[in-house]
């Protein structure tokens, strides 16, 4: 299967990593310092599943030199989205699929408004890995049953799914194929929605995690599954207490990648997670008001810090 790797940051280079680690063709969009030394030195990869060194890499940042492929892998943050839509459609071509897994619910109607709408899948990753130094990739954990989960929109699971399942267990990753990826994916909207408490605090896992968190947590979740019985998606009443028995079992050092992104000064996506939240309820008068506060705390923050 020919890959091409969209957006070469933690979740993608550790995806793609993985993936050209196991031998598969992959090709890695990136740019500036990151496409060089990658270009140079390789891709480096800790993991607590084991490091690893992808060297020599394809890489490039001209989706022209690709051509069309099998797979895209659609890695980029919510706010770089629409333009890295419009660059890789020399990537696209008839047979290929879209594997979007970035944050958020709303990338979907615009994907496949913007391509062919049978191209595009639902997908999530259950991720926390970051970028370092150019060229090194910082595998932290897992969250939860499986790293990658992904689907037909409409519902289903079809055999270029099971196939594209195939490929990511060969190289190491926890994926499957579901069959109500529009569900799973507002599962993770509405967890992160009470992960983005930590970037409120400041503080990784073994500094923020008291009762008065969890508690936060909960409220904000459970906010996020009223909006979603709104939309007509049957999240369960339980999921913010599920949320938070998974979030016992990660590491002391855990931090969300928007906290990684507020203390680097890095652009937020406020816009996808809390906001999207924040409108949808107003629009289904569904109160948020923790949701509501979170994006008030963070909102100074989203466009970076210099």
């Not at 049957?234 to 979030?247: E, M, R």
Request: proline letters at 6%; charged letters at 20%.
């Amino acid at each position: 299967m020919k890959i091409a790797i969209m957006g070469t940051g933690g979740l993608g280079g550790y995806i793609g990593g993985c993936l050209a680690h196991s031998g598969q063709d992959v090709t890695f969009i990136a740019r500036g310092e990151s496409l060089q030394v990658i270009g140079e030195k390789g891709l480096q990869v800790h993991s607590p599943r084991g490091d690893f060194l992808v060297n020599p890499v394809q890489a490039t940042d001209n989706p022209d030199d690709v051509g069309p492929v099998d797979l895209v892998l659609f890695s980029v943050k919510s706010y770089d989205a629409e333009n890295a839509l419009e660059s890789m459609r020399p990537m696209v071509g008839p047979k290929t699929t879209v594997l979007p897994v970035l944050n958020g619910i709303e990338h979907i109607a615009k994907m496949q408004a913007g391509l062919d709408a049978q191209q595009v899948l639902g997908g999530m990753a259950m991720i926390n890995a970051h970028k370092g130094v150019p060229g090194v990739i910082h595998h932290v954990a897992d969250i939860g049953q499986y790293q990658l989960e992904f689907g037909e929109w409409g519902g289903g699971i079809s055999p270029r799914c099971e196939q594209i399942q195939k490929v990511l267990t060969k190289a190491g990753l926890g994926a499957v194929a579901v069959p109500n990826i529009s569900e799973r994916m507002w599962w993770k909207l509405a967890g992160f929605s009470g992960m983005a408490i930590f970037a409120v605090m400041r503080g990784d896992k073994a500094t923020v995690w008291t009762a008065e968190t969890r508690a936060l947590i909960h409220k904000a979740i459970s906010e996020a599954v009223a909006v979603a019985k709104a939309q007509g998606i049957p999240l369960t009443d339980t999921l913010p207490d599920d949320v938070l028995k998974l979030a016992e079992n990660l590491p002391p050092d855990y931090k969300p990648s928007l906290l990684v992104d507020l203390e680097q000064g890095s652009r937020l996506e406020m816009e996808a997670i809390t906001g999207a939240l924040s409108r949808l309820g107003k629009e289904a008068d569904v109160p948020t008001p923790v949701n509501d506060f979170i994006y008030a705390c963070l909102k100074p923050y989203v466009n970076g810090v210099p």
